[in-house]
């Protein structure tokens, strides 16, 4: 059984940063991802990355969010600067193996305020 636990959610103000932390049990994933979720809208990919190191990124966090992994811990990060209150959103992880299973956190909130 897989277990994602996120953390680094938090109340910020507009301008300010944050970085989230997504810890996985279980081996290696082929690739990484968060989504996030405003309240009324549907989740969103934000960024994601592979095993590999390759990334994607939302046309919305492109040059202020960085994703990044550490494939020892199965632990990936991700760094929002210039935070926005449109970023204001539950974000999740989501981590997928080859097989093609696909497994999500429970999500941790991120607010950000004028």
């Known amino acids: 059984q897989v277990q994602l636990v996120e953390s680094g959610g938090g109340l910020v103000q507009a301008g300010g940063s944050l970085r989230l932390s997504c810890a996985a049990s279980?081996?290696?994933?082929?690739?990484m991802a968060w989504f996030r979720q405003a309240p009324g809208k549907q989740r969103d990919l934000v960024a994601s990355?592979?095993?590999?190191?390759?990334?994607n990124y939302a046309d919305s966090v492109k040059g202020r969010f960085t994703i990044s992994r550490e494939n020892a811990k199965s632990t990936m990060y991700l760094e929002m600067n210039s935070l926005k209150p449109e970023d204001t959103a539950v974000y999740y992880c989501?981590?997928?193996?080859?097989?093609?299973?696909?497994?999500w956190g429970k999500g941790t909130l991120v607010t950000v305020s004028l």
């Open positions: 990355i592979t095993s590999g190191g390759s990334t």
């Open positions: 279980g081996s290696i994933f082929s690739i």
């Open positions: 989501r981590v997928g193996n080859a097989a093609g299973m696909n497994y």
